[in-house]
């Protein structure tokens, strides 16, 4: 596996490498989900590129840059243990440079749900992403659906700025007790960590619902609502019954649906959704 | 030359293109300033590529978009002649199908200037460009000195974004009395025609005095400002000596400049400028 740095070393080893080309943006602090996703890309592509870059500017200012999980030699091994070809990791200072000032930006998408409690987190992801597409010329892109709005909100953008590539969207990996992988987790206490399958529980009780005829997007929200409050550690911020292409919240019958939520559990937010129908 | 329609015709031959590929963006209406821009990219690299595409989002809700001029099959003809490989005229439904809503921005360099009075234009402009450079996969895009301040956002936000290409800024083509070609000049009056020239005169000048040793940015605005009111028939929206990397208005001395400005004749807008130093 080639590591490049600098965009300049990424071009002169990306021009080495056989397309379809895969490209897995992601945050370093590898756990299965991202793994899963490299090792797709491995599969469908002739080659793998994974990038790794704490993106400052789809950070709030009150949110976990600094505290982020990093672990760049660990993420090294497991990039290169899952199939990768190239591992890029840039600077700050090299995607950012002084003078910077192009943001990519996505209207209705980016509204709701995490766009709601995270102003300017998706404008930070659709420019990096713009920017990593420039860079690497992927003909493919995978995204975990775990950050169900992020892939939407992606795939929108290369979509309506005609980037040459398609967007491939992976399975939520889970731990075994159903918690949906996420280097947030690490971040949990042990009684926090003990109650965290709660999102994952809400979430299947509705799909059970969903899929025993209930079709109601107020009743399925309310059998989510109804779990987690079964869990004082737990602190909801949304619970969503939402239009998995427009985002847009649902009431009356649903045919399909994304069910996602944003819960706190101590300091820790963490996020998880299904689609249904 | 090969005339394509839809994005999927554009790649199809795309692909017969070697590279390097010139991209030349326009939006139709060509006179010698779009053939000179063709000229340089067909001389410049092993094939060139027009674009032709009245922008909707780059008009405000009052500016001339309806009245824009129009003559496709006399702009092909030019095309061709110019030693273009391939036109490529999309369909505004195509490059703004409904649900359509990503958008890049580029922030301090869009403010001043035509930016001032066109609020949206740049926003329009950038986006569309994005959208033109991922379609057609240029090595080296083309534009014109006579958009002086679309020339440096376009720049900023092709390195902002990391597109791998060179933006190439041509020289501003006169008439024989030194009005800059423009497909805006269609709209003069005889009358307006005649005085027109004043812009570059007062430009001229300026530029005539700092190459006599004037460095005063305040002087030298004032020189344009004195031409300019000695024709009734001009109205300045602004007159301009801003710093050539980032636009800002200079005061005091100063060893390189952008000398521009707005004026209106009758319901005709005209910009026109010059670099010095």
Known sequence: MVIARSIAE??????????????????????????SLIRRAREECASAVVSLFVNP???????????????????LELAEQAGAD?????????????GFQTWVQVESLTKPLEGLYRPGHFQGVATIVAKLFNAVLPQRAYFGQKDAQQAVVVRRMAQDLNFPLEIVVCPTVREA???????????????????????????????????????EADV??????????????????????ADPETLAELSGPVERALLS?????????????????
Chains 1, 2 share one sequence.
């Open 10 to 35: 990424l071009r002169t080893s990306r021009a080495h490498l056989a397309d379809p080309l895969g490209l897995v943006p992601t945050m370093g602090a590898f756990h299965e989900g991202h793994l």
């Open 220 to 241: 399925l929200r309310k059998w989510m609502e109804r779990t987690l409050a079964g869990e004082p550690l737990a602190r909801p911020q949304y619970v969503s019954v």
């Open 261 to 277: 939520m944003a819960v706190h559990l101590g300091t820790t937010r963490l996020i998880d959704n299904l689609l249904v129908g």
């Open 177 to 215: 007790d159903g918690l949906a992988m996420s280097s947030r987790n690490a971040y949990l206490e042990p009684d926090e960590r003990r109650v965290a399958p709660v999102l994952y529980h809400a979430l299947s009780q509705a799909a059970e619902a969903f899929r025993a005829g209930e079709r």
């Open 57 to 75: 500017t789809q950070f709030g200012a009150r949110e976990d840059l600094a505290a982020y999980p990093r672990d760049p030699s660990r993420d």
């Open 86 to 98: 190239l591992l890029w990791a840039p600077e700050v200072a090299e995607m950012y440079p002084p």
